[in-house]
Each structure stands twice: as structure tokens, then as C-alpha cells.
């Protein structure tokens, strides 16, 4: 569908769209069933169902990049206090991974330990695609792009979803 009141975003856009592109490379095989970019609050736990893949295997969870916040600024990272209308804009985003994983009891009986191992072991690494995507991919594709990683955060477990988000504040690119 095609909006006519919508003009792309030329200095933020394209990293953006580059950041999704990353991670779903950096995933590799892994990738889950959405990888796309959002805008808030929001953690795309609904496409945490099992579909299939491109090869016809079950996949199930979510990568993103979602912009939460975006601030002038002429001190990156930090916040311009008097902006003009020729500032330069920081854009704080979460990249994440959110994937199926029975964690809790099963009929009655708690997982066995290897069923959390392999989900933790997964976990650690989405959380290396991650960086992979903002440290190496990301930023030889636009190497003008400052960049603040802050620390990975493990989301807490809701029903049989785990995942989690890396912050990075991002200075746009012109």
C-alpha cells in the first residue's frame, strides 16, 4: 500500500532498514518468522507461533529493530538542550530476537535441563547475531554512523516466549 503524504526519512531510514537487513543475515539459519522494523513499545510477541521457514522447516520467533526514541543533538550521545531546525538527530533503537521456548512446566514437570541449556545456548546466540549485526555488518555498510552500544538486556520470560534487546543510540547519517 502506498501512502502519498509519507517522504522517506533519507538520514535515518536507510541504517534502519540496513540494521533489519544485518540481523537477519547475522541469524543466518536461525532467522525466525519476522524480521522487520517498529516503532515503540512494541515486541512483535504475536509472530512468536511456529511457521515455516523459506525451506519449508518449522521456525518460530522474532528479530527487530524498533526506534524508541530520536533527540537532537550536537555532543553525541548527548541531548541538545536549544535545538535549531538544522540539528542533528540521535535515534535511540532496541534490536532484538524473541523465540518460542517451553520454560516452564510441562504437564506438571519442570523442563529438563537439557531443554534449558539448548534454550539459553540460543539465546547467547542471538545475542552475539546481535552485535555482529550492529558492530560489523551495520557499520561497514555506513561507516559514518556513530554509534553508542549500551548493554544487552535478557527480557523476563512471558508465557513460552524468551528473548532479548541490545540498545544502540544511533547519530544520523547525511
Not at 512483535?44 to 525451506?55: A, I, K, N, Q, S
Request: aromatic share 6%; with cysteine.
Amino acid at each position: 500500500m502506498i501512502v502519498a503524504d509519507i517522504t522517506e526519512d533519507l538520514s535515518i531510514y536507510p541504517v534502519l532498514a540496513e540494521l533489519v537487513a544485518c540481523l537477519t543475515l547475522s541469524l543466518g539459519d536461525g532467522a525466525p518468522c519476522f524480521s522487520g522494523l517498529l516503532m515503540g513499545d512494541l515486541i512483535p510477541t504475536e509472530y512468536v507461533g511456529h511457521c515455516e521457514d523459506e525451506d519449508g522447516k518449522p521456525s518460530c520467533g522474532a528479530a527487530y529493530v524498533r526506534v524508541v526514541t530520536a533527540y537532537p543533538t550536537e555532543n553525541f550521545p548527548d541531548p541538545l538542550v536549544r535545538p535549531t531546525c538544522n540539528s542533528v538527530m540521535a535515534y535511540q533503537v532496541r534490536v532484538g530476537v524473541v523465540r518460542c521456548a517451553s520454560v516452564g512446566l510441562d504437564n506438571g514437570d519442570p523442563v529438563e535441563p537439557e531443554e534449558l541449556e539448548r534454550i539459553t545456548l540460543q539465546q547467547l546466540s542471538d545475542m552475539k547475531s546481535i552485535r555482529q549485526a550492529i558492530q560489523c555488518c551495520l557499520i561497514n555498510a555506513f561507516p559514518n554512523v556513530d554509534h553508542v552500544l549500551g548493554a544487552f538486556e535478557p527480557m523476563p520470560q512471558e508465557g513460552d516466549v524468551v528473548g532479548g534487546e541490545w540498545p544502540v543510540t544511533l547519530l544520523e547519517d547525511f
